[in-house]
């Protein structure tokens, strides 16, 4: 059957609502033509609405003018989630403006109507100027839009400024937004289903901020496009579940929302280089301060020294009061004395035979130490146990005493000892580059794809304070990582002269160095400085682009920094017994196995949960009982005959208390602490595993070191002052990082869009935010906990070690 058709003209008429209908049985083509005279500050924007109820086959409408065609039809078909379809019977477009150098210039506007219903069509269009249409600096403008109504506006860099920030705002949550920068060019992509074809883009909520550069357009200008999507899921909104039935349209519902958009110029160069000094100048401080502080100890010591090595006219009695004893007590050297300090026996001996005169009173002195060397030897509580003659030999006998001191697990040669802790060094040094290769060619891997697709949900980023460098969008988080590098190096060159210092005095077989004080062993310090300086590094590489992907960048390192420490504190007074490097990092590697397995299936996964906590509670029971029997214990097929026996002889038979009481309490709290933190990871199953696990790090760490100090204060020993300044000031400034920390600027166990809720403008310089704080205090309050573990038992330096006890 022959279909007529009919070709209608029509002269358009801004402002004015046109209300068209078409007769039954038609093919009807309406042309209608408008000329108007616009500025440059103007846009024109087309409405339809249908009025019929319902349609059999849709208006198409063509817009036609300069260097661009816009074609939409009504009513507006557009697919969510699962290919559901929703249908919306008003439709609103912004016509795109081509660049012109004209102030104002008139511009021909063609709209064509066609249809293939069979049966009426009555609708209404409009055509109407935007006088907002160009978005001016700083000045706010609010605007309403819907998904079938999209809005753009036009923004033009004005002169001397290279850099804005586009900020969009709203009060409701949802609908679920799309923000897009895209260039001046025709057709704008301003549809759900198109707005991420080009440009840079992001889903928002009630928040959105992308900063824009000017280099990155060639026109000097862009469109600010905001979308409304057909659903909610994109922004954590709730998930439906309706039938995929092939012709169902569902309801669009009322879905509009009332946005504000600003344009706010960004930081300048000068703001660049004002960051880069403060930061550099931070931590450039502390080598000044340890500069200073390394001066003013070095020039005490040496006042010391004369003072010790040129007494000038004293008597024997004098002299020995002068080194704080009493010549009645030769044994007294090397120990304790009654004012707390301490001095080795070798300083005796020098400044005794710098005296002159009283020969004889020199030959007696130093046998008198001599033989104090000798006796002191055995440990203080060598009448509490039975002295067996293969005690120098059995370390069964040894290791099993009620009172342990250091000479007894320091036993091992020195060398041997030596060479063990050095491979913690080159072992996490291997580890480190194996590592950071692959994460900073992913890291640049990922700054690309944002680079190129424009998708900035792809990155959890500050948005209101971040400033893009270059290739990456978040220079300021990147920098502020410096910190953990360059207090790394710091700490590693103070071991590195205390290690010189050491070695020097071994050469000269010093008595303190041979005999007293804590076994010095530096590759545990060495090893915790090299992952302090790769923790910045790896740190800095998770916030070129942070999501929960790469997260493990950012936390690697921190569980070996908890690790490395613990091993330093039990190293202390266990030289011997303490863990190899293999198996210690093979422990860490495990940790962050778990980790990764958290972060891809611990979220609402119960089987994993369960699975993590009794692997958690077994590794505590069997890390308790490798500390509390110092090692001599075998895991095999007869261990749970073996501890059925000491239950029943210690428990029932006999009802004894425990042979080492301080061991048992600190592991009966670390395993109360570590149970508890299993059963809140089950109850609650925290979406952030990996912080998770760091907090379990943290805290059985921070239960360590205070028994430890606990424990150092009651066997009578002291802590010097500058351990305590340290202890002090590393408390306070722990405390203010992690008020820092947890201000949660982003997150992503959330979507991108409400991560973005959490944003806010830069507290600091204009340029670094609280995140970056965090890495500043963070960084110098790890620094300053190493330095409490390398000074906190300097107070021990001049005693022998058969007089330190072993806890």
């Not at 309706?242 to 349209?249: F, I, R, T």
Request: glycine share 4%; aromatic share 12%.
């Amino acid at each position: 059957m022959a279909i007529s058709a009919a070709v209608v003209q029509l002269l358009l008429q801004m402002h004015f609502t046109h209300t068209l209908s078409y007769s039954d049985h038609t093919r009807s083509t309406l042309s209608l033509s408008l000329s108007l005279s616009l500025s440059q500050t103007e846009g024109v924007r087309v409405s339809v609405e249908l009025l019929s109820e319902s349609v059999q086959s849709p208006l198409l409408f063509v817009v036609r003018q300069k260097q661009a065609v816009l074609s939409f039809q009504v009513p507006l078909i557009l697919r969510g989630l699962y290919q559901r379809k929703y249908q919306y019977t008003q439709v609103g477009r912004t016509l795109c403006q081509p660049p012109t150098k004209a102030v104002s210039e008139t511009q021909f506007f063609y709209v064509d109507v066609s249809t293939l219903s069979s049966a009426g069509v009555h609708y209404q269009l409009r055509v109407s100027r935007v006088d907002s249409f160009n978005l001016l600096t700083d000045k706010k403008f609010s605007f309403n839009a819907t998904p079938s109504q999209p809005q753009f506006f036009k923004y033009v860099f004005p002169d001397g400024l290279d850099t804005v920030i586009v900020k969009i705002n709203s009060q409701k949550n949802f609908p679920c937004s799309v923000m897009s920068i895209q260039d001046i060019q025709c057709p704008v992509f301003d549809l759900d289903n198109n707005v991420a074809f080009i440009g840079m883009y992001q889903t928002m909520t009630t928040t959105a901020a992308i900063t824009v550069q000017r280099k990155d357009f060639p026109s000097n200008s862009f469109y600010v496009v905001v979308v409304l999507k057909t659903e909610d899921e994109a922004c954590g909104g709730p998930l439906r579940f309706y039938p995929l039935l092939p012709d169902e349209l569902m309801d669009a519902g009322n879905r509009s929302k009332t946005l504000d958009v600003i344009v706010s110029p960004a930081i300048n160069s000068d703001v660049y280089v004002m960051g880069m000094l403060f930061c550099l100048g931070i931590f450039l401080s502390f080598y000044l301060l340890t500069f200073l502080v390394a001066c003013v100890e070095n020039k005490r010591m040496n006042r010391k020294r004369e003072g010790l090595l040129h007494p000038v006219d004293t008597s024997p009695a004098e002299t020995a009061s002068l080194l704080g004893k009493a010549p009645a007590s030769p044994c007294e050297y090397g120990s304790f004395a009654d004012n707390g300090s301490t001095l080795s026996s070798e300083a005796v001996t020098d400044s005794l035979a710098s005296t002159d005169g009283n020969y004889g009173y020199l030959e007696r002195s130093l046998e008198s130490v001599g033989r104090c060397r000798r006796e002191s030897l055995s440990s203080v509580e060598e009448d509490d146990y039975d002295t067996l003659a293969d005690i120098d030999s059995d370390k069964n006998i040894v290791r099993t005493k009620k009172f342990l001191c250091v000479s007894d697990l320091s036993r091992k040669d020195k060398r041997v000892l030596s060479k063990k802790y050095q491979i913690y060094f080159w072992n996490i040094a291997t580890i480190a580059v194996f590592y950071a290769l692959p994460v900073i060619q992913l890291v640049i891997t990922y700054q690309t794809v944002v680079n190129v697709t424009g998708n900035q949900d792809i990155c959890y980023y500050n948005f209101l304070c971040a400033h893009p460098l270059g290739a990456l969008s978040s220079f300021n988080n990147i920098l502020s990582n410096v910190g953990y590098v360059m207090l790394g190096l710091l700490f590693l060159l103070i071991v590195l002269h205390r290690d010189i210092l050491h070695q020097r005095a071994l050469q000269r077989k010093d008595t303190a160095a041979l005999e007293c004080g804590i076994p010095k062993h530096f590759g545990l310090y060495y090893a915790m400085a090299t992952a302090l300086m790769m923790e910045g590094l790896l740190s800095a590489c998770y916030h070129v682009c942070p999501n929960y992907t790469n997260f493990q960048f950012d936390t690697s390192f921190m569980y070996m920094i908890a690790g490395l420490c613990m091993l330093k504190l039990y190293e202390k007074r266990h030289p011997d017994i303490n863990a190899s490097a293999y198996s210690a990092y093979a422990c860490l590697a495990a940790v962050i196995f778990f980790s990764v397995l958290g972060v891809v299936f611990g979220k609402d996964n119960s089987a994993f949960w369960i699975v993590f906590s009794v692997i958690h509670i077994l590794a505590t029971l069997l890390l308790s009982t490798q500390l509390y029997y110092m090692g001599r214990w075998r895991l095999d097929s007869g261990i749970l005959r073996r501890m059925l026996h000491v239950i029943y002889t210690d428990c029932i038979r006999q009802c004894s208390g425990p042979m080492y009481i301080d061991r048992m309490v600190l592991l009966v709290m670390g395993n109360i602490v570590n149970w508890s933190l299993a059963a809140f990871g089950l109850i609650h199953r925290p979406n952030d595993f990996a912080s998770y696990l760091l907090a379990i790090g943290i805290c059985n760490l921070l239960l360590y070191f205070a028994f430890y100090i606990i424990m150092k204060l009651r066997s009578g020993e002291r802590i010097q002052f500058l351990a305590l300044v340290c202890i002090l000031f590393t408390a306070v400034v722990w405390g203010f990082a992690l008020f820092f920390f947890f201000q949660g600027l982003s997150t992503w166990q959330k979507t991108p869009a409400e991560s973005r809720e959490h944003n806010r403008e830069c507290i600091l310089l204009s340029f670094f935010d609280d995140h970056d704080i965090w890495h500043f205090l963070s960084s110098i309050a790890m620094f300053g906990s190493f330095l409490v573990l390398l000074t906190m038992d300097d107070d021990l330096d001049t005693v022998q070690r058969d007089k330190i006890y072993a806890f």
